[in-house]
């Protein structure tokens, strides 16, 4: 009963952390590092870029649920989940509002709309993500925590070539580039870590142990794409870089990097999402991603109340946590 209750608490604490970051970030998504520097996001703000209410999520938590709701469908969570199911999902969101914080779809990013759009013209899933050196966007970075909740990713021994294979089936939905695969593998090995228990630091020496050997072996060949993540995520570096080298754009390799800094450099729930807002840009994706870890690191105890009590959807954001680890 206690494991039970505890998957329970880890998937509560992963939503709401990974929506909680992503709702502080959307008021001023855009906006420059020097905008935040003068006027630092301390707490939830109503409107802004978006003209929102406080509390309110955008795609980033959308699609995160739109794949938490696919792999909580009977057998989701032991096989290889029904990309089918996820991309009906996807196409509701974009056209129908479906999992929208406010029945409004009001951002989402070029790779993502281009995939929706092949998936409604019939392109089979794993083919719908653009595949180009310039489709790195963290659109499949954003969403993909979910994915740790997976069996595979649970295992007790883990199996990286089936991770991986896992990974990038699902990550291809929306982005086809190994090097957005080889993103969303590095996040959720830390996922992995802290889900075990990990502290941050230990949950990111445990990647690095696991990943750097598997790399070098090269079992999988689109692992070559480890020199975007070589120099500061694989080598350790990232804890030691000043802020002013951490960018916060929409690139993928940018936003693991980001999420991985703060969470490195912080030690609560609250202090790790504002650092990632406050790097300014893409405000609420390096917050979701961040704030999804961050959440797994201090449970939903350690993400301040006030903000809970704003955001958008809680009740059912909790409902579809229970459902994604089986309750």
Known sequence: MQNEETSVAQARAA????AVGDALGVPVEFQPRAARRQDPVT?????????????TWSDDSSLTFCLAETLAR??????????????????????LAYWTATAETFDVGNATRIAINRLERGTAPKQAGPNSENDNGNGALMRILPLAFHDTWRAEKLDLDAA?????????????????????????LVARGLLAG??????????????????????????VEDKYYRWWVLSGEIINQPEDQISSSGYVVHTLEAALWCLLKHDSYAATVL??????????????????????????????????????????IENLARRLVGE
């Open 198 to 223: 990990l502290s941050p630091t230990e949950a990111y020496a445990q990647m690095r142990e696991l990943a750097n050997p598997w790399l070098e072996n090269g079992s999988i060949p689109a692992v």
């Open 164 to 188: 991986f294979s896992l990974t990038e089936a699902v990550a291809n939905v929306t982005h086809g580039h190994p090097r957005s695969t080889l993103g969303c593998f590095l996040y959720l």
């Open 275 to 316: 650092a990632a807002v406050n790097l300014g840009d893409d405000t609420d994706t390096t917050g979701a991603v961040a704030g999804g870890l961050a959440g797994l690191a201090y449970g939903e105890a350690g993400i301040p109340a006030e903000w809970l009590a704003v955001l958008a959807r809680r009740a059912d």
């Open 15 to 18: 939503l709401l952390g990974l």
């Open 43 to 55: 707490g939830m703000r109503a409107f802004g870029t978006h003209h929102q209410p406080a509390g």
């Open 74 to 95: 009977p057998g989701g969570r032991t096989g290889e989940p029904n990309l089918g199911d996820f991309a009906r999902r996807s196409i509701n969101w974009l056209n």
